[in-house]
């Protein structure tokens, strides 16, 4: 029985950024079609469709809570299964099946419970309870790389855990290998729009009510923000509100988000 946990297979991500060829295979389909939207909508991924992109692809995912994807060029990732949890606005399983090539992952939440993320290689498997990672499929084998947080590396019976700013490979020869990855190596492997917090603001027009605004917006949840360098209240779901003090001719406010690990985001 599950009350407010339900298969998202309409609305599962959205894209937020696409270049070059990205194709889909829809679930039941045996054709690749050109991932589009529809008119005046955003392309979107559902469960059990195929994501293939060219040489020149990419693609970025936004799934509805919160968890951001990006697909690097020549790569196929399959999306096994979700399902999301509308009342506490977060996912309870996300399986997917990454055949070649690489995704950057930033897993927003810790998971709880029997709350599943984990992305499956043809021989390995990495399962995260909140972290930035990526997982990288050629024909070494499956490469995990942890900027925040860790992941849990599976093969058989054999498991290890990998910890921020480390990496393993689980090799096609049966062997894994692990080490560190120096800071600044980890900080350019990643691309800097997976490391940044989400923030998205709602339309403000910035015609003060007795000299004040109020902005509103979403975050990350454990997210701290602040406006014009005022703190703002930020709800467990992430949306924050602030009225603050607009002084004569100012025409931007700086909202800055920063995410519990320290990475921030800015907007004006």
């Not at 930035?132 to 790389?145: A, M, N, P, R, Y």
């Not at 860790?150 to 290998?177: N, P, W, Y």
Request: aromatic share 6%; proline share 4%; with cysteine.
């Amino acid at each position: 029985f599950m009350a407010t946990t339900t298969m998202v297979a309409g609305v599962t991500a959205y894209v937020t950024a696409q270049s070059g060829t990205v194709e889909v295979q829809r679930r039941g389909k045996g054709e690749w079609l050109r991932l589009v939207a529809a008119p005046g909508d955003m392309p979107r991924v559902k469960v059990g469709d195929r994501i293939r992109t060219d040489e020149d692809g990419h693609l970025d995912l936004q799934w509805a809570d919160g968890t951001r994807m990006e697909v690097d060029n020549n790569t196929l990732l399959l999306v096994r299964k979700y399902q999301f949890d509308r009342k506490k606005v977060t996912a309870q399983t996300s399986l997917f099946h990454l055949d070649v090539g690489r995704v950057w992952t930033r897993v927003t939440h810790a998971l709880e419970g029997d709350s599943r993320f984990e992305l499956e290689t043809p021989n390995a498997v990495a399962g995260v309870r909140g972290t930035i990672f990526s997982v990288k499929v050629d024909k070494l084998g499956t490469e995990v790389q942890v900027y925040d947080g860790e992941v849990r590396m599976t093969r058989g019976t054999e498991e290890h855990t990998i910890t921020k700013q480390h990496g393993c490979l689980a090799a096609s020869d049966g062997q894994f290998r692990s080490g560190s990855s120096p800071a600044a190596d980890q900080a350019t492997a990643f691309p800097q729009e997976i490391l940044m917090p989400t923030l998205r603001l709602s339309p403000l027009k910035l015609k003060p009510r007795n000299g004040r605004v109020t902005v509103r917006g979403t975050a990350e949840a454990g997210a701290t923000v602040t406006v014009a360098g005022q703190p703002a209240s930020v709800d467990a779901n992430g949306a924050f509100r602030a009225d603050v003090a607009v002084p004569e001719g100012v025409t931007a406010l700086p909202v800055v988000v920063t995410d519990q690990a320290g990475h921030l985001r800015q907007a004006l």
